[in-house]
């Protein structure tokens, strides 16, 4: 099974002026392609060659689970943004209101974990045991070895924004909160 790098579902300039085409070209078409190919070449000839992403991630280690745990997250980054302007609506606005208040006390403690975060990594929204928590993984770990889900993510590797925004991950992260596709966030939440 050859993985294949996934097709954005926005144009390169779609996310503008939040995140630019050339951070899409660098990020997207280098960062991302890259561990695609790179677990195509590594799991060639080994148990994984003919396994899905998902198997690979849950029973792999080293550089094949890193590239592998990589190329999902960033496959799943793609669909959390979204050039339009979205809110967080049903359950979901529901829960968020439940366990933080309301959408802007939800993003501010958001915003406190991405900024308290260490280095390269991930920060999550997810959901466990029925409720939303916001969490954070270093490097490149992945969601699928934990029994939570994931409803969206925003990479905090310094490549995913310092084409934009140099190294100020807060002007980032407040950029982000305009492209967060709150629908794809809904439909994960929504999964039984």
Known sequence: MKHELPA?????NALEPYMTAETI???YGKHHK????????????????????????????????????QAWNHAFLW???SPEKLKPTGALAAAIDKEFGSTDKFLQAFRNKVLGA???GWAWIVKENGRLQIETTHDGEN??????RA???IDLWEHAYYIDYRNDR???????????????????????
């Open 151 to 153: 409803l969206l993510t």
């Open 34 to 69: 890259a561990y695609v190919d790179k677990l195509n070449t590594l799991v060639a000839g080994t148990p994984f060659e003919n396994s899905p992403i998902e198997t690979i991630i849950k029973y792999s280690s080293g550089t094949i689970y890193n590239n592998a745990a």
């Open 8 to 12: 954005l579902q926005f144009k390169e």
């Open 79 to 81: 669909q959390s943004l």
């Open 170 to 192: 807060g002007k980032y992260f407040d950029s982000f909160v305009n492209l967060i596709n709150w629908d794809f966030a809904q439909k994960n939440f929504d999964k039984p």
């Open 118 to 120: 260490f280095g390269s």
């Open 143 to 148: 969601l699928l070895r934990t029994d939570k």
């Open 25 to 27: 070209r660098f990020h």
